[in-house]
């Protein structure tokens, strides 16, 4: 059933990424001039159910990304989520990265930094840093992009069972984010194999649509779903979460 849904995602992801670019190619416009550009972006949703199961889970991600002229980008991510199943702690994951990239016509050069708690997977610490190439398949001033990258990461995690496991990564990451008047859809996957071990590997997609209410805030349908082959005894591989929230975005 995995590989299925492994399978058939990456597949629907390759076509948009292939078909996008064409159908939005009327609208991309000359960069902007050089000079010092600040984004924030906020969102904050949740999801409550009661009756067989009762869960609360309280969901949030901030990111801020600086980009000077045409060629330097910073972007910082965080994001944490929070829940309980019948009154016990199920979900306390928290995820904190940055990409600070190189870019000239449509290549890219990236770094990476991360850390990671997950409760769920049963994670204490883990801490990744990677390099590698990416390609802008499309972009343009108004924020909407179709990119594709590929890192060599190195990473540690450290687990509550007393494990730790040190390996080398291959990160596919295909980065999807579109606007049209007040809708808004941003969506990030990631396919990590071992490069000393195929069968260990991570597959995740965060994906938000959101609907511009007033100035700078939206409703926001916020899916995000994990997948790790590794995790320590008594815990669950994967997770799925829908949650409902707002949103919040400036630029400066």
């Known amino acids: 059933m995995l590989h299925r849904y492994l399978f058939s995602s990456i597949l629907l992801l390759l076509l ?23 984004v ?20 949030t991600s901030q990111d801020i990304t600086v980009t000077r002229g045409r060629h330097v980008g910073i972007p910082l991510h965080g994001r944490f989520a929070y829940g309980k199943q019948n009154g016990l702690l199920q979900e306390r ?18 770094a990476l ?45 450290n687990f509550l069972d007393g494990r730790t496991v040190v390996t080398a990564r291959n990160s596919v990451r295909l ?15 990631l396919f990590q194999p071992s490069l000393e071990k195929f069968s260990n ?9 959101a609907i ?3 100035n700078n805030l939206a409703v926001t349908l916020a899916y995000n779903y994990t997948y790790d082959s590794q995790f320590s005894e008594g815990k669950v591989p994967e997770n799925t979460n829908i949650t409902v929230g707002f949103s919040y975005s400036a630029k400066r």
């Open 16 to 38: 948009l990424a292939l078909l996008l670019p064409a159908s939005f190619a009327h609208a991309q416009t000359t960069p902007p001039a050089d000079t010092t550009l600040i």
């Open 40 to 59: 924030y972006a906020g969102q904050l949703t949740g999801a409550y159910s009661s009756g067989g199961v009762n869960r609360t889970l309280l969901s």
């Open 93 to 110: 994951e928290l995820l904190v990265n940055t990409t600070p990239y190189y870019w000239k016509g449509r290549f890219r050069a990236y």
């Open 113 to 157: 930094g991360g850390f990671e708690q997950s409760n769920l997977r049963g994670i204490s610490r883990r801490v990744q840093l990677g390099a590698g190439p990416g390609w802008a398949l499309y972009t343009d001033s108004l924020g909407r992009e179709v990119a594709v990258s590929n890192l060599i990461i190195r990473e540690q995690t």
């Open 175 to 189: 980065k999807i984010a579109y606007s049209y008047r007040t809708l808004t859809f941003n969506s990030t996957t």
């Open 201 to 209: 590997y991570r597959f995740s997609n965060a994906a938000a649509v």
């Open 212 to 214: 511009k209410l007033i």
